[in-house]
């Protein structure tokens, strides 16, 4: 199954707190870094396989590889048939 997502470009920092770019002679730091945002809704048993699949795809052992955040999500409610919970998410 192709994982459902949402896609978002974001500029963000991480630990390295951006770096130093030469525009015209003038050496200015970029502190926000285009960053790609994923948001992936799954039910508890998908947890730990959808991080595993992140780490997979994103892992390539350099600075930036960017992180994973874990969060509880209450409610979901598919909108066109009023599905709840669970079967809104799958
Ligand atoms: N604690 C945080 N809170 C919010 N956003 C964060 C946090 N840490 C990282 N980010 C976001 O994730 C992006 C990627 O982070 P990044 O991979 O550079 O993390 P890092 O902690 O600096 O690890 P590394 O040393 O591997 O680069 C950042 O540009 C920022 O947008
Ligand atoms: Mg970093």
Redesign the pocket.
Known sequence: MRLRRTVTT???????QGHAEVYRGVREVVN??K?V?LEIAVNDEFVERTIEAIIKGARTG??????I?ALDLPECVRIRTGERGNKAIG
């Open positions: 974001a500029l963000g920092v991480g630990r390295q926000l870094i960053k945002r350099n600075i930036g590889d960017g992180k955040f």
